[in-house]
T-cell receptor, first 116, second 115 residues
Framework: GAGVSQSPSNKVTEKGKDVELRCDPISGHTALYWYRQSLGQGLEFLIYFQGNSAPDKSGLPSDRFSAERTGGSVSTLTIQRTQQEDSAVYLC??????????????FGNGTRLTVT | QQQVKQSPQSLIVQKGGISIINCAYENTAFDYFPWYQQFPGKGPALLIAIRPDVSEKKEGRFTISFNKSAKQFSLHIMDSQPGDSATYFCAARGAYGGSQGNLIFGKGTKLSVKP
């Protein structure tokens, strides 16, 4: 595709519900990243995929968070039993290869999650 | 050890002025330092990037200055324009996570350029 696509763009859910956030990376990009952006907190790394495997899951904040990637393309971030502190913008990004100026991160516009 | 510290948190500059945003890091293994620009409702987009073997890189009105010994780098926006009003993030590439690495971001600087 032309860019990284994320859906939904906005999600409001009740505390305790599960949510799934979807990311379609740029076609041909082997690396896929999830970040979380909270007000005043910058971008917090969550997980990185190379193909369908996740060599680095170190940023997932708790076992309520999980992610998968299938077919080396689409990725889903799942948050179980959502809490109010999960409210944030969840950003997905992809890159063609090793992160350099010629192979930068391309971000989607994010999913704004609000937990009420 | 994995942090990138960015300042100021917000910045107001007059049109035509110079905007300066500073970042500092601790981990000497960081080997790639990009700056990202983010407009409201959009994802961040790469603005300019530098490697630690270069002390300065300029692209148009945007310049990165890099001080390896001080572990600091900064973004200078010359002749700042209202269209430059955005949030700017510095970042550094970590070495873990396999050969790809990932980016560790500063907390961002909200720049407002007044006409």
């Amino acid at each position: 595709g032309a860019g990284v696509s994320q859906s939904p763009s906005n999600k409001v859910t009740e505390k305790g519900k599960d949510v799934e956030l979807r990311c379609d990376p740029i076609s041909g990009h082997t690396a896929l990243y999830w970040y979380r952006q909270s007000l005043g907190q910058g971008l917090e790394f969550l997980i990185y995929f190379q193909g369908n495997s996740a060599p680095d899951k170190s940023g997932l904040p708790s076992d309520r968070f999980s992610a998968e990637r299938t077919g080396g393309s689409v990725s889903t971030l799942t948050i179980q039993r959502t809490q109010q502190e999960d409210s944030a913008v969840y950003l997905c990004a992809s890159s063609q290869g090793r992160l350099t100026a010629n192979s930068p991160l391309h971000f989607g516009n994010g999913t704004r999650l609000t937990v009420t | 050890q994995q942090q990138v510290k960015q300042s100021p948190q917000s910045l107001i500059v007059q049109k035509g002025g110079i905007s300066i945003i500073n970042c500092a890091y601790e981990n000497t293994a960081f080997d790639y330092f990009p700056w990202y620009q983010q407009f409201p409702g959009k994802g961040p987009a790469l603005l300019i990037a530098i490697r630690p073997d270069v002390s300065e890189k300029k692209e148009g009105r945007f310049t990165i200055s890099f001080n390896k010994s001080a572990k600091q780098f900064s973004l200078h926006i010359m002749d700042s324009q209202p269209g430059d009003s955005a949030t700017y993030f510095c970042a550094a590439r970590g070495a873990y996570g396999g050969s790809q690495g990932n980016l560790i971001f500063g907390k961002g600087t909200k720049l407002s350029v007044k006409p």
